[in-house]
């Protein structure tokens, strides 16, 4: 059984302006706005005196967290994280756990059309490409993903997904059974492999009445300009289930490590960005490497 796997109702609907993704840029472009949202919402959690948090987690994880996080998160979000990383922690003492087991949880938006889930385990090579492996094998689809790591290799990874006819997963059984997936799946080596989504579609043609996907031409580029620190990967394609699988079974297979991952998905147009290092030491990638990562991706999603 999974460490634990939790269906988070919701007090509110979560806006959508709410919940967009803050700018995928490697620097801040306002130290000050994201320390003082921070710090007010810091204060609000501490005069709410919540029983199951204790100081110690509330400051890794108010310390551990990066500036994108802050940019993007309200008070109803965070709380909902903070509960997720506490189980995880809570999973590692479990007499029935191994300590590798993630945790995940996840909160309908009927609103929007999409079920949010939240994926929380250590970092680890290959795991965001296991976790797109495990929703693409039972036909789930990925329209927004993040990907945070915290100071103590905690990653959060928050994802939006549908199903084939694009609304909310209403079948929670698919839920259940991608969790079950990824449990098992994060106990093998990272090149552990699903059903691609690829090979899904060719199974089964898009449902009737759906917009057709975006007339677009994948472009995939590298932004070296962003930071010092790692190289920016750009990619724009029409969307189709398994996509982020697929991109991501070839960056694992490059050897590179992803600190942050923003997907996006608007009328059919598949909007990707990776920050990528060398998964060995940890550096930036020369040109030379860039441009076979190019030519593997592109040879990959067949442009």
């Keep these: 059984m ?5 269906n988070l109702a919701m007090s509110k609907p979560l806006l959508a302006s709410e919940h967009k993704s803050p700018d995928p840029g490697c620097g801040p472009a306002s130290t000050a706005d994201w320390e003082r949202k921070r710090a007010l919402l810091r204060a609000r959690l501490m005069k709410r005196r919540l029983p199951w948090l204790n100081k110690d987690e ?28 506490h189980a995880f922690f809570q999973s590692l003492t479990a ?27 250590w970092d680890r090579q290959g795991l ?3 976790v797109a492996g495990a929703f693409a094998t039972v036909r789930i689809n990925i329209v927004q993903a993040v990907v945070y790591t915290r100071a103590d290799n905690v990653v959060l990874d928050v ?43 060719k199974q089964e043609p898009p449902a009737s009445g759906q917009p057709a996907q975006a007339p677009s031409r994948p472009t995939i ?13 750009e990619i724009a394609m029409p969307d189709r289930l398994g996509l982020l699988y ?30 990528v290092t060398d998964a060995v030491s940890g550096a930036g990638l020369a040109p030379p490497r860039m441009g076979l990562i190019r030519a593997r991706l592109a040879e990959a999603i067949g442009t």
Aim: net charge negative.
């Design 2 to 6: 999974p460490a634990a796997t939790r």
């Design 58 to 85: 509330l400051e890794a994880h108010f310390t551990g967290m990066p500036w994108r996080y802050w940019a993007g998160v309200n008070e109803e979000d965070l709380l909902l994280h903070l509960r997720t990383v």
């Design 95 to 121: 007499p029935e756990t191994e300590g590798t087991a993630p945790v995940v949880s996840w909160r309908q938006i009927p609103e929007r059309g999409v079920t949010e889930v939240l994926v929380c385990n």
């Design 128 to 130: 965001l490409v296991k």
């Design 159 to 201: 994802f939006e997904v549908c199903d084939p006819e694009r609304r909310e997963i209403q079948d929670e059984s698919l839920l259940h059974k991608m969790v079950c997936l990824l449990e098992a799946a994060v106990s093998q080596p990272p090149a552990v492999s699903f059903i691609t989504g690829r090979h899904l579609e």
């Design 221 to 233: 580029r590298f932004d070296n300009e962003s930071s010092n620190d790692c190289a920016v990967l």
């Design 246 to 275: 697929e991109l991501l079974q070839v960056l694992t297979a490059c050897g590179v490590s992803i600190s942050q991952a923003i997907v996006s998905t608007e009328q059919g147009l598949a909007r990707d960005r990776f920050h």
